[in-house]
């Protein structure tokens, strides 16, 4: 029996950590979306607003992808943003321009001004997204973090990248309401009484 006191007061409290995240997330975000381009987003932030809408910003191939726990479909891809206007697509386009290099992979950029998230099963989805000339959607890192499986993609995937600063955009994802995580959260919270005031009891009935 007193197992499933103890479950309770686990349920709560993961229910509690949560409803405390999407509390996090509505107050880091805006119902409308801060148009921003990919220059401002990597030199400034996404600032009091991580509900997103980069413009001017170019997907790169060089994306990651995580699979399905127990199968093999895909079931996130990582896909870097480099501005348009920056440095290094300045030097993509002398580089191909130059036909002596056709062919050859240019080395990765040092930074880049985002990482979309985007729930994608296979290559075409996320080519899909990579003609859009906007994107849209919120910027965990500002109110959650990574699994550690989608953490060593990264950072295997991208040694050279700071992942503590660039912004980490899940692509299409609307902001929380306020509502949702507090009804959440005092769930969570009544639960784990709940579950700790039977297991109590149960104790002192053993007595």
């Not at 099963?121 to 550690?148: C, F, H, Q, T």
């Not at 929380?176 to 297991?199: P, Q």
Request: aromatic residues 10%.
């Amino acid at each position: 029996m007193a197992r499933y006191f103890v479950a309770m007061m686990i349920g709560g409290v993961a229910a509690t950590v949560y409803g405390a995240n999407l509390l996090r997330l509505a107050a880091s975000c805006k119902d409308d979306p801060q148009v921003i381009t990919g220059a401002q987003l990597q030199a400034n932030g996404w600032g009091d607003n991580a509900h997103v809408e980069i413009t001017n910003a170019g997907t790169m191939k060089m994306y990651l992808y995580q699979k399905e726990k127990y199968d093999n479909q895909w079931k996130y891809a990582f896909v870097p943003m480099v501005p348009l206007d920056g440095e290094y697509m300045k030097y993509i386009d002398t580089f191909y321009a130059d036909k002596k290099n056709t062919g050859k992979i240019p080395d990765m950029p040092r930074d880049f001004c985002c990482i979309l998230k985007i729930s994608a099963r296979g290559e075409a989805e996320v080519d899909r997204v990579g003609e859009m000339p906007k994107v849209r959607g919120v910027v965990i890192n500002a109110i959650e973090s990574l699994d550690k499986d989608s953490k060593r993609l990264l950072r295997e995937g991208y040694p050279h990248v700071n992942l503590d600063r660039v912004a980490i955009v899940e692509f299409e994802r609307q902001p929380e309401k306020s509502g949702k995580g507090l009804a959440i959260t005092a769930g969570g919270g009544a639960l784990s009484l709940c579950g700790l005031g039977f297991f109590v009891m149960w104790l002192r009935g053993r007595d």
